[in-house]
């Protein structure tokens, strides 16, 4: 399925790039298993999703679970805790 | 209401406009926070905070809606800055309107510890050591855990 990409903070500075689009294989189907998938591209995915750090995600700007089910056209976001205030 | 913006807030104009004309209101409380030039340790030259557009604004106006779910109040203004700050600035303005000052002071301090772990801003410092990520705390989730519903 196609999808939108969005990382924050140091994530973004680890992969490279604020966002972008892929297209994942079919075995992809919850934000876990996208997370895997990311991981498992290596280079600067490997190294950021591979990190034993917290990060949470959101689809289409709102905070979801890690079990929550994706569908085409999605924008997910993957970033740290927020630290703002 | 709620802003979110690069520009600087003058909080005596903010506090005035705030409920003008409302003579049901008879508290204000408001709450700002302020670039440190001192974290963790280390000198903070200067901090720039990223954000989410679009739901950075839809997490403020449910928390806004939240408060004034909990709490009777006349009006509220939330206003949080982005991009590149230095110690001294003005960060974030939370303030209250309401008919008596316990509501006010309570949806003011929820306002502020809610904001910090449900509003999608990251901040970056520029230290004499180099830059680095602010980490989350676990003192502002229990902070906005004492506001969560029993």
Known sequence: MKLNLVYFAWLKQSIGMGSEAVDTPANVATVNQLRDWLRSKGGGHGEAFGKDAVLRAAVNKAIVSDDHALQDGDEVAFFPPFTGG | ?150
């Open chain 2, 1 to 150: 209401m709620i802003r979110v913006q690069a520009e600087d807030f003058d909080v005596g104009a903010e506090l005035a406009a705030l409920g003008r004309g409302n003579k049901k209101i008879g508290a204000v409380t408001s709450f700002v926070g302020l670039v440190r030039d001192l974290s963790d340790g280390s000198d903070v030259a200067a901090m720039t905070l990223e954000h989410y557009p679009g739901m950075t604004e839809a997490a403020l106006r449910d928390i806004e809606a939240e408060a004034r779910q909990r709490w009777q109040l006349e009006d509220v203004l939330i206003v949080h800055r982005h991009g590149k700050l230095e110690p001294g600035d003005r960060i974030v303005l939370v303030a209250v309107a309401s008919s008596h000052r316990g509501m006010a002071f309570d949806a003011c301090h929820f306002l502020i510890d809610w904001l910090k772990t449900k509003a999608p801003f990251w901040k970056l410092e520029a230290t004499s050591q180099g830059e680095r990520w602010v980490e989350a705390k676990s003192d502002d989730d229990q902070a906005a855990a004492r506001w969560a519903k029993k």
